[in-house]
């Protein structure tokens, strides 16, 4: 009753079978620290190039990790053929994030919903909805109320296995589908998919449309797959070096982050070759670069001691949205986000206005920014939130009321030339040669050059608090504290006056340490001569006893916060930005915290230009 | 070129009723021999075909053999638009695009003229091997549909059991379970009158379960038939047939379920 069958190959799914292929790195980003970590001045190390900057410990980390122990088994990759790498990296690229059907700055999305999907499990596994709603409630997860489905009922013909390129298209399909009854359409395309899954297929099919593999697999991961596969590729039956391995892992690394496209890398990789890819995958304007982002650390001292005896720039980090501007003969001017995602309808108010902030003999180039809410008037940066009130999509540049201003800190590429491998100063020499300085549109980001890390103390704004309360610890923290309320003393009034919620500086063990400190200091009410704002009230209130020393980005004027009231503004405080927990000071009793008076003295001598 | 005239529209109407929720389109073949479809649900999981022979017809004309493609929504709201004892006369003028039904009242004082455009459909045509099952079961229609509604309150599965004794529906849910047996009955009642009964000839017990989805869409053939004729095998696709008079039939396949013993 089986009736004849089309015969197709490729197994489908080979790499999602095997669940652990790398330990992932342990991810702290406990203390995001402020000091931009950028390239270093007189800089002659030429490998610690600009966009790998970040990733460099992971993958010194990481290569230590392979030199000691493992020869992965764990990835098949001598089975599969370079044609499908296409497919599984475009499709597989991360297992927590999205899963991408192109390169991040094309902007093409599955846009598939769970509505959507359960449609289509349920069309295609013949079940009612409500099962599949019901089912999903008690599995969780839809890709294995799929696949369930889908073994349970026989179909009438064996179907044509799934192939990449099969499922790779209808995805593309899904992310273009759109209009009059897309939704319909959608359902369509998912529910073939699914009727056509294999074993555990429709359930990897589900979770990919979901943008949620579960299989333990980062991007950086699928990169040292790829290149670890094509050597092995190469090398045909004789096992590769370690030293081939990690050479060519870090070349597609770092061509990656210049070119962040498998289609192109992966085209050039298998007609050029390894060794040429660099020469061959080059920064162009048109496609972004994966930025470089500040690197979390645990501690402040990591940070001092990575920049101990070196030269090294600090700069104010903006309250903005990070930009990059690309421009060319070919591509016009054009920006993408912090995600590659392409802002310039959002910004086409500044792109337009290129040529006035360009020197004359500037023709392409990409820069990297801040982009800043700018008060016109007052000629001062506004904050974040009133940068985020922008219309993102369908902008008429006549109905744009937020003003920007661009506060450029690096160059990229420059009149046809990669600037990747030259030093932070020369670059900075060459952008401030290339643009020209238009107050309110176009400014550098104000940054300092320093030679001791003791000169970074004035760039960050250090205080000394007392711990008034502490809110009730959730997720990892449940059992301790999770945040705590910090007070500063006004010696003229007598009373502590809150100053900021922290959570951030702690380990685990300080946590646990706190609990058995400050529990017993616990009182039922707050004291009579504590001041703080309704919104910010604790779980438990203590008594003033425990001191810290913190860290804070910088000082804002605040309604919530009571320090310094009366100094500054007659009815707000001030607060302590983004601060960071350094140490417990025994040495120093409540009342010889930083007073009132003090935290008004650093606020006024911030040397910021923004609103006040 | 086609044409072809069937004296009750009802015929049509109900066989279109019966299919447009399993399946949106299919290619109708037109041959010497008749009329026939078939088609698949996108989940593959089950497949209606029917056929209405040229001596249904009368007239009946097909010079070659055509393949029209129609959505079945279309053509039931068309159909709508004829009275059930209406004559219709489907015509179809080679290379064109179009089919056209004429509806004709009985007194043929009214006379309307519909015309649906033809799809290009591409789908492969199966061919299903005649075979023998283990077990043929015959009942009535309206019976069948009867415990194919009530079990649907239980589950959402009913498992098939036939043995020498008759045929067994259960289903199971969260709720509770739910079956009816029906047990081997004969064709007249004890007044004499000729009923639907219920037989089962087997040459192996045998037991499937179904997803009642499905049935429960089937079930839509019943006006066309009396009985129902159910044919299984352990392990493969169920046909469902409804015979249309002697004219014709509508059949349907539907693949088992995995049951959770096997």
New interface residues.
């Given amino acids: 009753m089986y009736f004849p069958n089309r015969k197709f190959t490729i197994n489908f799914f080979q790499l999602a079978k095997h669940p652990k292929p790398f330990t992932p790195e342990a991810r702290d980003k406990d203390v995001s620290v402020l000091i931009k970590k950028r390239k270093t001045l007189e800089d002659d190390d030429s490998n610690n190039i600009k966009s790998e900057n970040d990733t460099q410990l992971n993958s010194q980390v990481e290569k230590h990790k392979r030199d000691s122990k493992e020869s992965s088994p764990d990835i098949p990759e001598d089975k599969l053929s370079f044609q499908k790498y296409n497919f599984f990296n475009e499709t597989f690229k991360k297992s927590s994030d999205l899963l991408k059907v192109a390169p991040d700055y094309e902007g093409i999305e599955l846009g598939v919903g769970e509505t959507v999907l359960m449609k289509a499990i349920a069309s295609a596994t013949g079940k009612n909805l409500n099962r599949v709603k019901s089912e999903s409630e008690k599995l969780g997860d839809l890709g294995e109320v799929a696949m369930a489905f889908r073994l349970n009922q026989k179909t009438l013909f064996p179907l044509p296995d799934l192939t990449i390129d099969k499922v790779f298209d209808t995805f593309h399909e899904i992310s273009a589908t759109s209009g009059s009854s897309s939704q319909q359409k959608k359902v369509e395309k998912i529910s073939s998919l699914i009727v056509s899954g294999k074993n555990s297929e429709s359930k990897y099919i589900v979770r990919s449309l979901e943008g949620k593999l579960r299989i333990g697999l980062a991007e950086k991961t699928v990169l040292s797959a790829l290149g670890r596969a094509f050597v092995t590729y190469k090398a045909v039956g004789k096992t590769p070096t370690t030293e081939q391995l990690t050479e060519a892992i870090e070349t597609i690394k770092h061509v990656y982050t210049q070119l962040p496209n498998y289609k192109i890398l992966i085209t050039n990789l298998i007609e050029h070759g390894i060794k040429n890819l660099e020469d061959v995958c080059k920064l162009i304007p048109g496609i972004p670069v994966k930025p470089m982002l500040a690197h979390p650390t645990k501690s402040v001292t990591e940070v001092l001691n990575r920049f101990e005896n070196m030269n090294f720039t600090c700069e104010y980090k903006y309250d903005g949205e990070r930009i990059q501007i690309h421009k060319s003969k070919d591509i016009g001017s054009i920006s993408f986000s912090r995600n590659s995602e392409n802002t310039t309808d959002k910004y086409k108010d500044i792109i337009s206005k290129s040529d006035q902030f360009c020197a004359s003999h500037t023709e392409s180039f990409i820069i990297d920014a801040e982009v800043v809410a700018w008060d016109v008037s007052k000629k001062c940066i506004l904050p974040f939130q009133v940068l985020s009130t922008r219309k993102r999509k369908d902008v008429k540049e006549n109905e744009i009321s937020v003003q920007v201003c661009l506060f450029v800190f690096d160059i990229l590429f420059l009149n046809g030339e990669s600037l990747l491998q030259k030093p932070l100063n020369a670059r900075r020499d060459l952008l401030k040669e290339a643009f020209i300085l238009v107050p309110g549109l176009f400014q550098f980001a104000i940054s300092k050059d320093l030679r001791s890390v003791d000169e970074i103390q004035n760039f960050l704004e250090e205080s000394i608090a007392v711990v008034v309360g502490a809110y009730t610890g959730r997720g990892k923290r449940t059992g301790v504290y999770g945040g705590f309320l910090l007070a500063c003393y006004d010696p003229d009034r007598e009373e502590y006056q809150s100053i900021c919620k922290i959570g951030t500086g702690f380990s685990e063990e300080d946590l646990d340490n706190f609990k058995k400190i400050l529990e017993p200091l616990t009182i039922n009410q707050p004291k009579s001569y504590y001041s703080y704002g309704d919104s910010t009230k604790p779980d438990v209130w203590f008594e003033p006893s425990q001191v810290w020393e913190v860290k804070a980005a910088d000082l804002s004027i605040s309604p919530v916060y009571k320090a310094a009231i009366g100094i500054i503004s007659e009815d707000k405080g001030i607060s302590l930005r983004f601060p960071r927990f350094l140490r417990i000071r025994d040495d120093k009793s409540p009342e010889e915290c930083t007073s009132s008076s003090q935290i008004a003295d650093m606020f006024e001598s911030q040397n910021l230009n923004t609103a006040s | 070129m086609l044409e072809a005239r069937l004296s009750q529209a009802s015929i049509l109407k109900k066989i279109v009723e019966s299919v447009k929720d399993l399946v949106s389109q299919a290619n109708f073949d037109c041959s010497e021999s008749g009329i026939s479809f078939q088609a ?1 649900d ?6 209606s075909s029917f056929l209405l022979r040229s001596d249904g017809f009368d007239p009946y004309r097909c010079d070659r053999n055509l393949s029209l493609g129609i959505k079945f929504s279309t053509l039931s709201k068309i159909l709508k638009c004829a009275g059930n004892d209406d004559v219709v006369i489907i015509k179809y003028e080679d290379d064109n695009d179009i089919l056209s039904l004429v509806f004709k009242d009985q007194k043929n004082e009214r006379i309307s003229e519909f015309s649906i455009k033809l799809l290009d459909i591409d789908s492969e045509y ?4 005649e ?1 023998e099952f283990e077990c043929n079961v015959s009942m009535s229609s309206s019976e069948f549909s009867r415990i194919c509604r009530d079990l649907m309150t239980i589950g ?1 599965s009913v498992v098939i059991d036939a043995t020498k004794e008759g045929v067994k529906f259960s289903s199971t849910g969260d709720e509770g379970n739910g079956s009816v047996l029906l047990k081997q009955s004969p064709s007249i009642d004890d007044d004499g009158r000729k009923t639907v009964g219920t037989t089962v000839n087997m040459t192996e017990p045998v037991s499937l379960e179904l ?1 009642l ?2 049935l429960n869409n089937f079930t839509k053939a019943s006006p066309l038939s009396d009985s129902v004729l159910i044919n299984m ?1 352990n392990g ?2 169920v046909l469902f047939q409804f015979n249309v008079g002697d004219i014709g039939y509508i059949r349907y ?6 049951k959770d013993d096997e």
């Fill in positions: 698949m996108e989940s593959n999981i089950a497949l199966l061919s299903i091997p075979q959402s997803s989805k499905y095998s493969i696709p396949f539907l693949a088992p379920q995995i």
